[in-house]
């Protein structure tokens, strides 16, 4: 199994809702990572965790709070987001270390009305 | 912090050879990533250069100059599927810690 699974693909939320974007991978990968892409633009990275534990955070707003409840599972939770959040997030993870590719999931294309 | 750029658009046409190029600040990375990106899809790995040199994978291949800070990926007899992002990624230190850095991006259509 060599993928990374995001669910939901599509997302649409006002900007007083609670919702969560999740992400899954049994690749055995340590390093799991949230990014966030607006369209023509290269990813941009939110969260970094490695053996469960956050540790790198890009001062990311409050709005966006990340969770990893085991090696296999990422959550990111939204709350009150603004319209200018509307983008595509992408999970990937990779082994733990220096220069290990990353395995993207397909992504959660968010709105935020 | 590094930088890392590429030529934002690039055309070519559909059976010909093109050169996707991307610069970088030299101190730090090990070595450097291509990805491939279609509109709306999630990045796919492509190719990784650790030492000097060309690497050839099939109609793709990548090279890499470290003491540069340059690589580019080669696309051969480009295919109309080959229409999408390129993105180069380095893993390298920035403000304090490590972590992947990628670069601007270029967006290759390939015309009939």
């Known amino acids: 199994d060599t993928e990374v699974t995001q669910t939901p693909k599509h997302l649409v939320m006002g900007m007083t809702n609670k919702k969560s974007l999740k992400c899954e991978q049994h690749?055995?990968?340590?390093?799991m990572y949230w990014y966030k892409q607006k369209a023509k633009k290269p990813p941009e990275l939110m969260f970094v965790?490695?053996?469960?534990?956050?540790?790198i955070n890009e001062s990311v707003p409050s709005r966006f709070s990340p969770e990893c409840p085991n090696s296999s599972l990422l959550n990111l939770h939204l709350h009150a987001l603004q319209p200018e959040d509307s983008a595509l997030y992408l999970c990937?993870?990779?082994?733990?270390?220096?220069?290990?590719?990353?395995?993207f999931g397909s992504g959660t294309q968010l709105s935020v009305l | 912090g590094q930088n890392i750029d590429q030529p934002t658009e690039m055309t070519a046409t559909e059976g010909a050879i093109v050169q996707i190029n991307c610069t970088y600040q030299?101190?730090?990375?090990?070595?450097l990533f291509w990805y491939q990106q279609h509109a709306g899809e999630a990045p796919t790995f492509l190719s990784y250069?650790?030492?000097?040199g060309l690497e050839e994978k099939g109609r793709f291949s990548s090279f890499l100059s470290r003491s540069k800070g340059y690589s580019y990926l080669l696309l051969k007899e480009l295919q109309m599927k080959d229409s999408a992002s390129y993105l180069c990624?380095?893993?390298?230190?920035?403000?304090?810690?490590?972590?992947?850095?990628f670069g601007t991006g270029t967006r290759l259509k390939v015309l009939a």
């Open positions: 990937a993870s990779s082994h733990a270390g220096r220069d290990e590719k990353l395995f």
């Open positions: 690749m055995g990968h340590r390093a």
């Open positions: 965790y490695s053996y469960e534990k956050l540790s």
């Open positions: 030299t101190s730090g990375f090990n070595g």
């Open positions: 250069n650790v030492l000097d």
């Open positions: 990624a380095g893993f390298g230190p920035t403000s304090g810690t490590y972590k992947y850095i």
